[in-house]
């Protein structure tokens, strides 16, 4: 499949959009020690605040996972990091130059005659020269993705044959794929077998040691263990370092007056 027919799929509009050369790439580094930074961001979906003056750094080279109940609003913050959502207020500053994100549910059309292996390379668009091919180098970070994920044997078969947790790795093989300096993972280990959490959580230390900051949204309590920071949301606000369960619950209405 060609990258112009994919391009006109609306479904692949945010893979696309994050993890390729269009979107994903920064225009212009900046030098802080974080790799990402939130000040007074909040988000509200008419009337429903779901994130709510967070400030947040995101340590470099580091593992952060944003734990909290349903609706707390941690993909929100999570794709406010990516790009994919404008903050109603605050600013979002970005210090490295491409970033990858994998959703918390899959984008890509059940329709769409896509492999594996082209969702992966999806990963390596934004290094691809003028025409468009997929060097001798690109095809062996498409390999050793396929293979740190252990789905090198599925390379190519339609996506959409694929199971909820196979479509998971492939996703993150097309995020490491990207080589992105802040990746970030919506819920990367939900649904899976313990093998292919195993895998998963194998390739997340694997970029945290290679000096890329990963943050995810998980509940797994291995990863949760993994990790060089917690950060705790509870009704749309963010709440370092703390395990108050009773804090819970769902955002609030925004008031009237507002
Ligand atoms: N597109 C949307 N339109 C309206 N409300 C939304 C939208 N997306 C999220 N919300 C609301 O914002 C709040 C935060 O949602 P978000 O998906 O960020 O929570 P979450 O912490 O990721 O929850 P979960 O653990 O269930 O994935 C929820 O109340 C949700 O209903
Ligand atoms: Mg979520």
């Given amino acids: 499949m060609s990258q112009d027919t994919l391009q006109e799929h609306t479904e692949l509009r945010m893979i696309i959009k994050f993890n390729s050369a269009y979107g994903g790439r920064m225009p212009e580094p900046s030098s802080t020690m974080f790799a990402a930074s939130l000040r007074g961001v909040s988000v509200d979906y008419a009337g429903i605040i779901a994130v709510d ?12 996972v944003i734990v909290g109940a349903n609706g707390a609003g941690k993909s929100t913050v ?33 329709r769409l005659p896509l492999t594996v292996r082209d969702v992966v390379t999806v990963g390596v668009w934004g290094r691809l020269g003028h025409f468009r091919r997929v060097s001798r180098h690109d095809r062996a970070v498409i390999d050793d993705a396929l293979e740190r994920l252990g789905i090198t ?37 939900t ?29 797994d309590e291995r990863l949760i263990s993994d990790a060089d920071e917690v950060i705790r949301m509870s009704r749309g606000r963010l709440v370092k370092n703390t395990h108050a369960e009773d804090l819970d619950g769902p955002p609030r209405p925004r008031p009237a007056d507002w």
């Avoid at 990091?81 to 059309?109: C, E, K």
């Fill in 78 to 110: 999570l794709e406010v990091l990516a790009g994919a959502r404008a903050p109603s207020t605050g600013t979002v500053t970005i210090s490295g130059v491409a970033r990858a994100f994998v959703p918390q549910r899959s984008v890509v059309s059940d």
């Fill in 53 to 64: 003056a967070v400030d947040l750094d995101v340590a470099a080279a580091a593992l952060t």
């Fill in 191 to 219: 649904g899976l077998d313990a093998g292919s959490a195993r895998l998963i959580r194998a390739a997340i230390a694997g970029q945290v040691r290679c000096g890329v900051a990963v943050v995810c949204v998980s509940h």
């Fill in 153 to 189: 044997d599925l390379a190519s078969l339609p996506f959409f044959s694929l199971s909820g947790g196979q479509r998971q790795r492939a996703l993150l093989a097309q995020g490491l794929a990207r080589g992105a300096d802040l990746l970030l993972l919506d819920e990367p280990t």
